[in-house]
């Protein structure tokens, strides 16, 4: 995850894969979390068998598609303002069709179709490979719209084309959905229950990114930890496998470790956990092997016990701390970032003050902060009245940045004057004589260029930095190159 407070990313997408052959041009943005970057990349592959090639000029585009986010209030707006940008467009090219996939699609339905009128299609999360059908339709002249949520659909027969790649780094799926109720939630009711990916799928598309060259792969999920293969279906359904499928049952530790011995010179990272699911086993994983980097997305949310339990987070704000405690016991240089809640319904300033004790304790290298964003459908909208005022939530969470910035100052000096790994990503934005990469830790370093190149995995000794950044200079290849 980039290191940012924003609540929403975009990218349009561009395809490394194009085909000659393909005459129509697909082109794609991509709002909220990195799982629907990820869809984007499957659903350019589906798209790719029909005549799409993707394309970053929306002005020639055939079909535009816009991966949404509904996590967020600021998101949806974010949406609604580019679709009523891609309908003005289609008055001088009337050929464009405007379609509307993930989060947003599975929660609003048919209203796109129906009372706003602003889309040509509507699919799912689980609906992508029904797209044919569905761009078929609209090429007839009729809306088209599939939301059906699936049991069992983790799309690991599909290759995905990777879009805006810096041909380095990469996702790979392993889980969708998530059975995790959390009150401010919409993702459960918009993505699912939780189902795993079966573990040779998984290996088979972490093998052919590093034959690709691929250096780096990111495993995702919106729960990694709750990982579980025994041969299929959701994981309620376990209970019901027989002996001999709970005995060769892979769990997201024995998954981590598959992944870490396929490719020992690919690094691994994962997001995202879940502190009531993660296990010491995962911990233990990680220092058993220097290909798995050192860092890991913990969300905690508040770091009060009583909005804990108004959110249905299942566990205490001491258990958090046990936990963060046997991380930093058998990964002492462990990095470890957050997801926080200002303003929730009901918080006080008491418990306000214990979500800062709790960022005082941990000391987070980075985090995602957000006011409370009332969320239609989600149990907190249903039963919970919003009632902190805006300015309260602007203040707790100015209150939560400042202290976090704080803390991103400390934990990046604390690199300083090591030598350290580093995987080179690309250009530096501020600079075009320096790299940009990141350590182990997720930390981002920049360095001059010399003779090095995208892709190489360099020691460098960090001599100075920013908040969030780290200024280096490289002494030679690592041992990884």
């Not at 579980?228 to 892979?250: C, H, I, P």
């Not at 046997?326 to 008491?350: H, R, V, Y």
């Not at 100052?409 to 350290?420: A, F, K, L, S």
Request: aromatic share 8%; glycine share 6%; hydrophobic share 35%.
């Amino acid at each position: 995850m980039e290191k940012t407070i924003d609540e929403s990313v975009q990218g349009t997408a561009l395809s490394v894969e194009n085909k000659a052959s393909n005459d129509r041009k697909l082109y794609i943005e991509s709002y909220g979390c990195q799982m629907n970057f990820s869809d984007s990349e499957i659903v350019a592959s589906i798209l790719a068998k029909e005549g799409f090639n993707t394309t970053n000029v929306l002005a020639e585009a055939d079909l535009v598609l816009v991966n949404t986010c509904s996590i967020r209030e600021k998101a949806e707006m974010t949406v609604r303002k580019r679709l009523e940008k891609f309908n003005a467009l289609k008055k001088d090219r009337p050929q464009m069709k405007v379609g509307v996939l993930g989060c947003m699609a599975e929660r609003l339905k048919h209203k796109f179709l129906e009372e706003e009128q602003i889309v040509d299609m509507v699919v799912g999360p689980d609906a992508y490979k029904d797209l044919p059908n569905l761009v078929q339709e609209i090429d007839e002249g009729h809306n088209a719209v599939n939301v059906i949520l699936s049991k069992d659909e983790t799309y690991g027969d599909i290759a995905p084309v990777r879009l805006n790649s810096n041909g380095v780094t990469a996702f790979v799926s392993i889980t969708r959905g998530c059975d995790n109720m959390c009150t401010f939630c919409v993702v459960p009711f918009t993505r699912g229950r939780e189902r795993s990916r079966d573990p040779q799928s998984i290996i088979e598309e972490v093998n052919d990114l590093w034959d690709k060259g691929f250096k780096e792969i990111t495993l995702l999920g919106q729960n990694v930890d709750s990982y579980l293969w025994y041969g299929g279906g959701l994981k309620k359904d376990f209970r019901n496998a027989s002996e001999m499928q709970k005995a060769t049952a892979v769990n997201f530790s024995q998954l981590l470790e598959k992944v870490a011995l396929a490719q020992p010179r690919m690094r691994i990272r994962f997001s995202t956990s879940n502190p009531q699911d993660m296990t010491l086993d995962v911990i233990r994983t990680m220092a058993r092997y220097e290909n798995i980097c050192k860092s890991i997305h913990l969300p905690v949310q508040s770091g009060s016990n009583r909005i804990l339990k108004f959110m249905n987070r299942l566990h205490t704000r001491e258990e958090y701390f046990h936990l963060i405690d046997n991380i930093k016991a058998i990964l002492p240089d462990c990095a470890i970032s957050q997801d926080m809640i200002a303003g929730f319904p009901s918080e006080t300033e008491d418990d306000h003050k214990d979500t800062l004790s709790l960022m005082e304790y941990v000391k987070y290298d980075y985090g995602f902060m957000f006011a409370y964003s009332e969320r239609p459908g989600t149990l907190a909208e249903r039963k919970l009245e919003d009632d902190i005022p805006e300015e309260t939530k602007k203040r707790r969470l100015g209150e939560i940045i400042a202290l976090q910035r704080r803390h991103c100052q400390e934990r990046t000096e604390q690199h300083v004057g090591q030598i350290q790994e580093v995987l080179i990503e690309g250009t530096s934005k501020k600079s075009d004589q320096h790299w940009m990469g990141r350590n182990s830790q997720n930390t981002v370093a920049v360095f001059p260029k010399e003779n090095y190149k995208i892709g190489d995995f360099v020691k460098v000794r960090m001599n100075s930095c920013t908040s969030a950044t780290l200024i280096g200079e490289a002494i030679g290849y690592s041992k990884n190159n």
